[in-house]
Nanobody, 120 residues
Framework: QVQLVESGGDLVQPGGSLRLSCVASGTIFSIDAFRWYRQAPGKQREFVARIFSGGSTDYADSVKGRFTISSDKGKNMVYLQMNSLKPEDTAVYYC??????????????WGQGTQVTVSS
């Protein structure tokens, strides 16, 4: 099937930067979209950023101007560059992808998450 693995989560000071990565592997014909979500303790999972295969992007209002999503199609990877981090950005960040297999069957997949902690 398909596996997604996130990496790059860490402890960082307020105002600092961090870059998350996610790689997709398995029976992949194409990736229609990558998304990043996050979930803070006691909070609902929320949308963070999205990138489509054509390159268009979308962001949650809370991260606009601070976060940048990008992808490397050749590596089946997506990245989230996070700048000017705030304590309220603390959460487990999840990679999500809409992927077609070689029979063009579409599926929705999730990674295991990576912890981002913003604190002094």
């Amino acid at each position: 099937q398909v596996q997604l693995v996130e990496s790059g989560g860490d402890l960082v000071q307020p105002g600092g930067s961090l870059r998350l990565s996610c790689v997709a592997s398995g029976t992949i014909f194409s990736i229609d979209a990558f998304r990043w979500y996050r979930q803070a303790p006691g909070k609902q999972r929320e949308f963070v950023a999205r990138i489509f295969s054509g390159g268009s992007t979308d962001y949650a209002d809370s991260v606009k101007g601070r976060f940048t999503i990008s992808s490397d199609k050749g590596k089946n990877m997506v990245y989230l560059q996070m700048n000017s981090l705030k304590p309220e950005d603390t959460a487990v960040y999840y990679c999500n992808a809409v992927i077609r297999d070689r029979r063009l069957t579409q599926g929705n997949y999730w990674g295991q998450g990576t912890q981002v902690t913003v604190s002094s």
